[in-house]
């Protein structure tokens, strides 16, 4: 059976209000990172719909036994954010998996090649058959960051039918590179632009997220 990149672009207001506060150049840094906390909830929100493993069993209400559904414990859930601006996703989905593992992983791009290098990996060296695996990074571009941690992840026995990466803008390039090699993997966007400018930035995009987020 031959797979697809599965790319999701919710159409929900919220969503669609975050975002154009993110993009908005004039936003300070402050609300940036309101926005990308509320860009990271929503869009875990709808990328855990499928995905969040539940088990049935029953519960007593004051009146009667009752049918219940909770999330299963027994099922690893983790979240990988992409340093540095994936950490601005993070609180949202946190928000939302309260229990999840949290492994960071450091990714920069050099700014002339555009090539990711990892300084950063707090990845087990394994994980168990059945993970399920949250990555955020804010902006998918080349599309060489999310690559290179989708190679960390499948290293480590993590099947890309269980991840899901939340982003905030992806561009066209990224979304080719990562179907080509993850084809079971499905992305998360707020938005998906033209393409990118001879620096390797997303254009209409947001300018750099990782600087919007932390003032630098
Ligand atoms: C940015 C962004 C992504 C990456 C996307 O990180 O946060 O991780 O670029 O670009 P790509 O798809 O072409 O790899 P950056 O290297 O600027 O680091 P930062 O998050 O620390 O600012
Ligand atoms: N990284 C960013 O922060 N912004 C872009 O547009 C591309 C890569």
């Known amino acids: ?18 975002l154009s506060v993110a993009r908005d150049e004039s936003t300070p840094t ?7 906390t509320e860009l990271g909830r929503w869009l875990t929100y709808e990328a855990t719909r499928d995905w969040l493993p539940t088990t049935e069993s029953e519960v007593q209400t ?9 999330i299963d414990p ?23 998996l309260p229990l999840a593992s949290i492994y960071h992983v450091g990714l920069v791009r050099n700014e002339e090649t555009l ?9 087990p060296e394994q994980m168990p058959p059945g993970t ?6 804010p902006m998918l571009a080349t599309g060489g960051s999310s690559h290179s941690l989708l190679k960390l992840l499948v290293e480590r026995g993590v099947d890309p039918a269980l991840i ?10 990224a979304l080719q590179l990562l179907g080509a090699d993850f084809p079971a ?24 997220a990782g600087d919007r987020t932390f003032g630098t």
């Not at 059976?1 to 929900?12: F, G």
């Not at 402050?30 to 990308?36: C, E, G, Q, T």
Request: hydrophobic share 50%.
């Open 62 to 70: 004051p009146l009667a036994p009752c049918p219940a559904t909770f």
């Open 164 to 173: 899901r990466i939340v982003a905030v803008v992806a561009a066209p390039q």
């Open 1 to 18: 059976m031959s797979l697809t990149l599965r790319v999701y672009v919710p159409s929900h207001p919220l969503i669609k209000h975050w």
């Open 185 to 208: 993997l499905s992305i998360f966007t707020a938005a998906i632009d033209e393409g990118l400018n001879d620096r390797g930035y997303i254009v209409p995009g947001l300018g750099d």
């Open 74 to 96: 027994e099922v690893p859930i983790v979240v990988v954010p992409i340093l540095r601006a994936g950490l601005a996703l993070l609180d949202g989905a946190q928000a939302l």
């Open 132 to 137: 399920r695996v949250l990555v955020t990074d």
């Open 115 to 123: 090539e990711a290098s990892c300084y950063l990996n707090k990845l």
């Open 30 to 36: 402050v609300l940036f990172r309101s926005a990308m």
